[in-house]
């Protein structure tokens, strides 16, 4: 994904599902992640968070938070 829209930065996937944890993103009643992206600023500030199962058609959302964080 960070090739095919030119990110500069790293994604994470996180098998062990520690991070996702730390977040909140687990499903719920379920032991695995939910669909959604958390976007972190270089001030380590959480710009966006969002638990959205349509992420894959809402893509140009994520970025939106993405591009308003590195501004």
């Known amino acids: 994904m960070?090739?095919?829209?030119?990110l500069s930065f790293p994604l994470l996937?996180?098998?062990?599902?520690?991070?996702?944890r730390q977040?909140?993103?687990?499903?719920?009643?379920m032991e695995m992640a939910d669909l959604g992206y958390v976007v972190i600023d270089r001030q380590?500030?959480?710009?966006?968070k969002r638990i959205d199962r349509q992420f894959?058609?809402?893509?140009?959302?994520?970025?939106?938070?993405v591009r308003r964080a590195k501004g």
Do not use: N, P, T, W
């Open 23 to 29: 977040y909140g993103m687990e499903g719920e009643g």
């Open 44 to 48: 380590g500030r959480i710009r966006a």
């Open 56 to 65: 894959g058609d809402r893509v140009e959302l994520f970025l939106h938070y």
């Open 2 to 6: 960070a090739r095919k829209f030119g």
């Open 13 to 20: 996937s996180d098998s062990g599902m520690q991070v996702i």
